[in-house]
């Protein structure tokens, strides 16, 4: 097969190129590229790449990541923080069994809002800024001379610009010449120092981002600025008193505990595989939540795609269903939903008295009216679905358990209802790659949180090869790949990309059977792919990322996403799931 490029290494020389294994068992994960910005220069077939579009180290690696320890000078820094004192005492305080009264009082409540709004600027200028100060704390300022032409820039006091560029000018009190800043504004060009442009100015996005700002701000008039800054303020301060209020009101909140039933060890025993250690623990962790505590369990279960998230989601709403209450599950796509449908209906059918319905849009008017009609009368004890699940027309009969799938692939208006649900009952949140919002309510102890870590057994590091696009190696690769009996993913970012990919492919490998599937098609043309697919019948599918979230097929060890800058790092990251989300062997090169 040909040779495929790997991501570059931290050392000096070219990056060595490897081709694929004939291992039985092996996993493939490629990425293909249009327009790859890298120089041709061939050096005993190497590749050296001029500036990638992306940091591929940090996002691709050959094995698992281990961090190096802190040292002890940092290590007693992070703990005295002033911050990381009070989130260890409303950490201790939210573990306890019984909580009598709210973490903080009304002024630990402003000194709180304070800290984290300081965290959250801290955060931001991380993020925006390029450099930090000597004592290591962040600064606002941003180097102009990593600025490209046509990036755009925020000044502090005038607002939204775009960068054109620095050149030497004479400034009026001196002759000698003076590099500056120069940044196009609605109504003029305005030149600034280099020095003071550090000072002011900073990112609108970050570099790898193509976003544009609706329009761009006046030189001379700075009140519509002005506004938006005080606007930006009172949101950020809303969201920060609203989330204190949210969950200071969750720890009022009294439930009855579930009973321990044997129901629930029963359902347990049923489980193929030996748990791992992490997993056990997060078993551990709900189960306590639920028959242990009076206020409502708030867990986010944080893991690796095959890890083993899913087992422990299945057993709370064992729990919950053995005490006769109703549990929902929600997941972000009808492919997702559809599948934890399948499954929950296979590890419940032993239990006839419990009844899984599935809810999406995809269902004609009269199967949908049966279903709300079933979810209000309370026939219906796990409710699986979409955001249909969120809709004012779904009335529960004793909803007890929301089990929420891939939190971050949900938009805003999903996420200010499931937060109005998180005041009564109990949450379950599953996540790869949870938003940072998430991960630092679970930091803060404001949420729970479970890691598991440990992959099973018999899983095999995932690899990855990153390419510049050309139809030759993606047929060898897809060859190689249904020689050994497999199948094969192949991805694209946009709709309008799949007729041209069909078309290449299917000119390329007539005997061959392929399908396309996006979210665009009709509920039953996109089914039967998927079954097709999932049965083996189909073997290459074209699709949009509507795959890219916790699919099991067993039998597809290689996934092809073309045009990979067009992706998000946590897009490419959960892609991954949809070729090694088993509990068996899982090797894929990438």
Not at 28 to 36: L, P
Not at 281 to 298: G, S
């Amino acid at each position: 097969m040909a040779s495929l490029l790997k991501p570059p290494q931290p050392i000096s020389s070219p990056p060595s190129i490897t081709k694929l294994t004939s291992y039985p068992k092996t996993f493939n994960f490629f990425i293909f590229n249009f327009n790859y910005p890298f120089h041709h220069k061939t050096i005993k077939k190497h590749f050296v790449l001029a500036r990638p579009f992306f940091p591929l180290n940090a996002a691709y690696t050959q094995g698992l990541y281990v961090p190096s320890p802190p040292s002890k000078t940092n290590k007693i820094e992070l703990e005295n923080d002033p911050i990381s004192v009070l989130n260890k005492r409303i950490r201790r305080e939210y573990g306890k069994k019984e909580v009598t009264r709210t973490v903080m009082d009304s002024e630990e409540a402003d000194k709180y809002i304070q800290m984290v709004k300081e965290q959250q600027q801290r955060g931001l200028q991380k993020l925006k800024g390029d450099r930090e100060s000597k004592d290591g704390t962040i600064s606002y300022k941003v180097d102009p001379y990593t600025l490209r032409s046509g990036d755009y820039v925020v000044h502090r006091k005038v607002g939204i610009g775009r960068f054109v560029g620095i050149k030497f000018d004479v400034s009026k009190n001196t002759n000698e010449p003076t590099e500056y800043v120069f940044i196009e504004y609605a109504d003029g060009l305005a030149k600034l120092p280099v020095k003071q442009a550090s000072k002011l100015l900073y990112r609108y996005s970050l570099p790898n981002e193509k976003q544009k700002p609706r329009s761009l701000n006046k030189l001379h008039d700075t009140s519509a600025w002005e506004k938006k800054k005080i606007k930006g303020k009172v949101a950020i301060q809303k969201m920060v008193v609203d989330l204190m209020e949210l969950y200071l009101h969750r720890l009022k909140q009294r439930r009855p505990p579930y009973p321990r039933s044997p129901a629930v060890a029963e359902f347990a025993a049923q489980f193929n595989y030996e748990p791992t250690p992490d997993q056990k623990q997060a078993f551990i962790d709900v189960e306590k939540d639920l028959t242990e505590r009076e206020t409502p369990m708030d867990r986010l279960i944080c893991g690796d795609v095959g890890f083993g998230k899913t087992e422990v989601a299945l057993r709370a709403i064992q729990c919950v269903v053995a005490a006769k209450k109703q549990a929902m599950v929600l997941a972000p796509t009808i492919v997702l939903a559809k599948q934890h449908f399948v499954v929950i209906s296979e590890r419940f059918s032993v239990y006839p008295d419990i009844k899984v319905g599935l809810l999406s849009r995809f269902q004609n008017r009269s199967e949908k009216e049966l279903a709300l009609e079933m979810i209000k009368n309370g026939d219906l004890d796990i409710i699986v679905g979409t955001h249909s699940l969120l809709g004012n027309r779904v009335v529960y009969n004793n909803l007890g358990l929301l089990v929420v799938d891939e939190e971050q692939r949900f938009g805003v208006k999903q996420k200010e209802r499931i937060a109005s649900f998180k005041t009564s009952v109990d949450v379950l949140t599953l996540s790869a790659t949870p938003i940072p919002r998430t991960l630092y309510l679970a930091l803060t102890g404001f949420r729970d949180a479970s890691l598991i870590s440990t992959p099973p057994p018999e899983r095999v590091p995932i690899k990855t090869e990153l390419s510049s696009f050309s139809k030759e190696k993606v047929i060898s690769a897809i060859k190689y790949e249904l020689d050994r009996g497999g199948q094969v993913f192949y991805v694209m970012p946009y709709i309008k990309g799949l007729e041209e990919a069909t078309e290449f492919l299917e000119e390329a490998f007539p005997d061959v059977e392929i399908a396309v599937a996006h979210g665009k098609q009709f509920s039953k043309q996109l089914e039967d792919s998927m079954e097709k697919f999932a049965q083996g019948e189909i073997k290459i599918l074209i699709s949009t990322n509507i795959v890219e979230s916790g699919l099991d097929i067993q039998n597809a060890n290689t996934i092809i996403i073309q045009d990979v800058q067009q992706f998000g790092l946590a897009q490419l990251y959960q892609s991954e799931s949809t070729i090694s989300d088993l509990t068996q062997s899982k090797a894929p090169i990438g």
